[in-house]
């Protein structure tokens, strides 16, 4: 006979995924093995789970003798977002068997579709407990599936990752799922991924891949394996976490050979444990990168160990694809690298056990001209424990703006987390020498990390040293102490001073510092100190006009934001000495640009007739703050200051007053090019 048609009843459940949902309305089903019903119908209406909404949920089963029905179940799917569209789905079997409260079936049909859409359908296998034991399983040895089915699951599971909109795409190869009551306790995938595009932060475009995946839960915990070969499309990669302020994105396409993704994982979530057995990433020729992690992800994430081993057999290629999108907001964003590289590293609990670097033939360019480095090779070793490790490198040049360097070597010798430099061949830099006495590193691998040198700069010839700059040709030396330049926490600072003897005199930078070095607004902040220059080489050799006496002067306070002046006081003065003070007409009618205008009788009358004039005193002042410098002079008056004062030997006497004006920043610079290219004029 027919069995009844069931009422409809709403059962909101929290059930992991469908497959688990079709049990639970299966398990309402009781038949007895002593009666045979030709017919049963169960109206199970809705069921709500984690992921999917069932709606009009109707499963239909006929007994065909006692062991023998045939089973339907059919109804609509929703993702948990009600924006997304429904989709139809069924599952139908004509010979399934019951046997032992199991209903099984070797030749089954699952089909899905958008309602308004034309239905894929597919041979399954399945097999489910209905009595005491709940153990079921779902295969398919052939499926075509259309991805952009699961497009409105997607949106609601992964939007943590951007998983918007799934536009299309088919799997085709073998899929078998198993569980028990509501619990999933393993998923297996074997086949191919067929054109599959995603639009989202991260992007799929025609992507054809070949998929096999394995997971399996066992005493609660789960394990993964999963390998995925990348044949063709392109896959843009933002990354999950952010780097340096930004969220880098990796472009990424295929050769002739594929892209191969290996990856073995375990993770308990009761303890909220994980382990990365094994991660491989290979992009033939371009980059190989092996990876294995142990940590866990609650309260934080937590990481207690990791080892690392990654190959650049070809630089020029893997720095715009993997480095270049980590480098965006450093100054050393846009590169032209060649080489090849090898590193690694094993760290546990805080601890570098082992790091390596080996580097063969690299040369490194600064698309901005302002560094490079040819012919870097080394091998360069670290181990955690006391034993001593030697590693060498060396280069045959480098180039610092317009400055070519000589080659170079050193020898390292490292012990725990400590490194020092064990031989070094001096370099040279033009005619002087650039010596190291002592190099160490401190904290390798740790928060702490240092690097401290102490060396010193033989003297460099300023003539040879400001042609190869580019600069105006000067006369004296170069020359310095670097008693612990030291680097921490991306900030250089120089505990000693750099001495340059120019123009007759001596120009001291102290106390200087450079934080946020290898970002894109790196900030200089020290102190300079000007003794006895020579005032008319220094005029001379600016085009200033020709000015006689010694100066003196201090530039204290100095704030450099990416190498443009920010703040600073400056005051420059002459000093009493035996030299005469004289002025030429050039310079002082550009001394009069500076201080606001001229001053006196110089504009008319028989001062024009002179070529060079007397003085007493000279002396500038600069307060720069906001872009805006304030000029002033050596002794105030009323209305301004002077910077010329009067006195000298011998007549004309002449004198200049500032007016106590404020010039922007870029104005001054732009007058003082236009004074060095022989004009004078600053408005």
């Known amino acids: 006979m027919r069995g009844p048609d069931l009422s409809a009843v709403s059962r909101p459940l929290r059930l992991r995924d469908i497959c688990c949902a079709c049990i639970l309305g299966l398990s309402f089903v009781h038949v007895p093995g002593a009666y045979a019903l030709s017919g049963l119908r169960v109206d199970l209406g809705r069921i709500e789970t984690e992921v999917l909404t069932l709606t009009d949920l109707v499963a239909e ?5 006692d062991d023998h029905v045939s089973l339907l179940l059919r109804g609509d799917i929703a993702p948990a977002s009600t924006a997304a569209a429904e989709s ?3 599952i139908e079997c004509q010979t399934a068997i019951w046997r032992d409260e199991y209903l099984s079936c070797a030749e089954g049909v699952l089909g899905l579709g958008h309602k308004d859409g034309a239905r894929t359908r597919m041979k399954v296998e399945f097999a489910l ?8 399983e779902f295969k398919s040895g052939n499926m075509a599936f259309d991805l952009s089915l699961l497009a409105g699951g997607l949106r609601t599971r992964l939007v943590a990752t951007g998983a918007e909109t799934l536009t299309g795409g088919m799997f085709n190869g073998a899929v078998e799922v198993k569980g028990e009551g509501a619990r999933l306790s393993a998923v297996s995938l074997q086949g191919d991924l067929a054109d599959l595009n995603l639009s989202a932060e991260s992007v799929l475009e025609h992507v054809n891949a070949a998929l096999t995946l394995n997971a399996e839960q066992r005493d609660e915990a789960w394990r993964l394996s999963a390998t995925m070969k990348l044949k063709e499309g392109a896959v843009y990669l933002i990354s999950p976490r952010e780097v340096m302020g930004e969220w880098p994105g990796f472009y990424i396409e295929p050769g002739a050979e594929p892209i191969i993704v290996d990856l073995d994982v375990t993770w308990d979530p009761g303890q909220d444990h994980f382990l990365i057995k094994h991660f491989f990433y290979s992009h033939p020729g371009i980059l190989q990168v092996a990876l294995g992690v142990e940590g866990n992800l609650s309260p934080e994430l937590a990481i207690s160990s990791f080892q690392l081993a990654l190959t650049a057999p070809a630089l020029e290629q893997t720095y715009p ?12 964003n846009n590169l032209e690298l060649v080489g090849v590289l090898e590193t690694g590293i094993r760290w546990r609990k805080g601890e570098v056990e082992e790091a390596w670097l080996r580097i063969g033939d690299l040369h490194l360019a600064d698309a901005h001209r302002r560094f490079a480095i040819y012919g870097l090779h080394g091998d360069l070793r670290v181990n955690g424990d006391e034993a001593p490790v030697r590693s060498t490198l060396g280069w045959e040049g480098l180039r610092f703006y317009r400055l070519n360097l000589g080659a170079g070597d050193m020898a390292f010798e490292s012990r725990g987390d400590k490194i020092e430099v064990a031989e070094w061949r001096d370099i040279p830099i033009l005619d002087g020498v650039f010596h190291i006495e002592d190099f160490q590193v401190r904290n390798f691998g740790k928060p702490g990390f240092s690097i401290t040198l102490d060396g010193r700069l033989a003297p460099v010839s300023l003539d040879e040293f400001s042609q190869a700059m580019g ?20 900030a250089l600072e120089l505990n000693g001073d750099l001495n340059i003897d120019v123009f007759g005199g001596a120009v001291t930078l102290r106390d200087l510092t450079i934080t946020g070095l290898f970002s894109q607004y790196s900030v200089l902040q020290g102190d300079v100190d000007f003794e006895r220059l020579d005032l008319e080489q220094l005029t001379q050799t600016f085009t200033f006009g020709k000015i006689e006496g010694t100066l003196a002067g201090a530039v204290s306070n100095l704030v450099l ?16 000495d035996t030299r005469p003070h004289r002025i030429s007409r050039r310079a002082l009618e550009n001394l009069n640009q500076l201080g606001g205008g001229l001053s006196g009788t110089m504009s008319r009358g028989f001062l024009r007739l002179f ?11 600069c307060y720069l703050h906001g872009g805006v410098c304030e000029l002033g002079g050596i002794r105030a008056v009323e209305g301004g200051s002077f910077l010329l004062t009067r006195g000298g030997m011998l007549p004309p ?3 200049v007053r500032a007016l106590g004006r404020s010039i922007s920043w870029d104005e001054l610079i732009d007058g003082l090019k236009q004074i060095s290219r022989g004009g004078f004029e600053i408005r």
């Open 471 to 490: 600069w105006p040709v000067l006369t004296g030396t170069l020359a310095g102490e670097f008693n612990g330049l030291h680097y921490e926490n991306n």
């Open 321 to 332: 694809i993997y480095l270049q999108p980590l480098l965006l907001r450093t100054s050393i």
């Open 611 to 621: 070529p060079e004039y007397s003085y007493g005193q000279l002396g500038i002042s």
């Open 129 to 136: 407990g209905l009595g005491a034991e709940r153990r079921w």
């Open 61 to 65: 089963i006929d007994w065909k003798s």
């Open 561 to 576: 934001e990416d190498w443009r002046p920010m703040s600073f006081e400056a005051q420059f003065a002459t000093v009493d």
């Open 88 to 90: 139809s789905f069924l």
């Open 653 to 655: 006497w002449v004198e």
